[in-house]
């Protein structure tokens, strides 16, 4: 199975994503974790990648798709795989659909996790993240049962300095105005899957799995 996911900053897709590679065995490519694995690895395309991030400047298209080419082609993707966080506007979304048609990997559904703005900054506001393991936890709707303590590996939990309600917004406008119209972009290849973000993590993944076991598993 070969997945996108959708949604504004704070809908919860990397949540999914975890629970997803999980349950079916197929690893989650975040072009952030591609980046810095590249960046730390020291290889050529990491180095070019760190030296263009250093000047303050945003990575290519073609960086980011020749990492994901390159992941793609590892063991562990070859029965499918999950992106998360690219393509980000509709030039790139046609700029993968290229890259993935040349790989005989195109992909069979785009999963909008859809999240109203007000619901999605309380959610960043309040939210906080394991420093070790990466599991997420809200102050308010899912604390940790020990106050910044994550419940899983006992790590530190950390509240990044831009969750804050200035900063959201306005990552949501970026978001409304460049990635939104992946929307439309999906929906003329009927492959989009509009699914109610509002709810428990769990209820919102027995609506994915029951989405992917009727359409996707063969």
């Known amino acids: ?47 070019q990648a760190k030296s263009i991030m250093d000047a303050g400047q945003l990575v290519s298209d073609e960086i980011v798709l020749s990492m994901i080419k390159t992941r793609l082609e590892e063991s562990d993707a070859k029965n499918g795989f999950i992106l998360d966080g690219f393509p980000r506007n509709t030039t790139q979304a046609e700029a993968l659909d290229k890259l993935l048609l040349e790989m005989d990997t195109p992909l069979e559904t785009a999963i909008l996790i859809d999240v109203k703005d007000d619901i999605l900054i309380d959610r960043i506001t309040g939210r906080e993240s394991c420093g070790d393991c990466g599991q997420i936890f809200h102050i308010s709707t899912s604390p940790p049962k020990k106050a910044h303590i994550c419940d899983v590996c006992g790590g530190v939990l950390l509240h990044r300095a831009d969750d804050n309600e200035e900063t959201v917004k306005s990552r949501l406008d970026v ?5 939104e119209p992946l929307i439309s972009y999906y929906q003329a290849q009927n492959k989009l899957l509009n699914i109610n973000g509002m709810g428990r993590i769990d209820d919102i993944f027995v609506k994915v799995t029951d989405y992917i076991e009727e359409q996707l598993v063969h």
């Open 1 to 47: 199975m070969r997945i996108l996911l959708l949604g504004a900053p704070g809908a919860g897709k990397g949540s999914q994503a975890k629970k997803l590679t999980s349950k079916y065995g197929i690893p989650q490519i975040s072009t952030g974790d591609l980046l810095r694995s590249a960046v730390a690895s020291g290889s050529a395309i990491g180095l």
């Open 175 to 179: 978001y409304h105005q460049q990635t």
